[in-house]
């Protein structure tokens, strides 16, 4: 079975950093494509980052040129580097792994203006 656990979320001031964390333990992530998605309150889930590998990604254009997603393969973990973030960006963000329909608890990002 696949499990997901996300860390680092917080609140943090408009314009500060956040990186975010998707531990896996069930499989091995290397080669497989990663996401973040968020939701916001009221919103409908959006996916925010994809990673297949370091020349495969994909971003959302909200968020282009200020997240990064990668991957460390040694330690089976994915991130999500945020930075100038903004209050638009506050939602739970969620790790998942298409491929077994697996998603993470979620973690909360504020951004407060």
């Known amino acids: 079975q696949v499990q997901l656990v996300e860390s680092g979320g917080g609140l943090v001031q408009a314009g500060g950093s956040l990186r975010l964390s998707c531990a896996a333990s069930?499989?091995?992530?290397?080669?497989?494509?990663m996401h973040w998605d968020r939701q916001a309150p009221g919103k409908q889930r959006d996916l925010v980052a994809r990673?297949?590998?370091?020349?495969?990604?994909y971003y959302a254009d909200s968020v282009k040129g200020r997240f990064t997603i990668s991957r460390d393969n040694a330690k089976n973990t994915v991130y999500l580097q945020m930075n100038s973030l903004k209050p638009e960006d506050t939602a739970v963000y969620l790790c998942?792994?298409?491929?077994?329909?697996?998603w993470g608890q979620g973690a909360q990002v504020t951004v407060s203006s």
């Open positions: 990673v297949i590998s370091r020349s495969s990604t």
């Open positions: 069930g499989t091995i992530l290397s080669g497989l494509a």
């Open positions: 998942n792994a298409p491929l077994f329909d697996a």
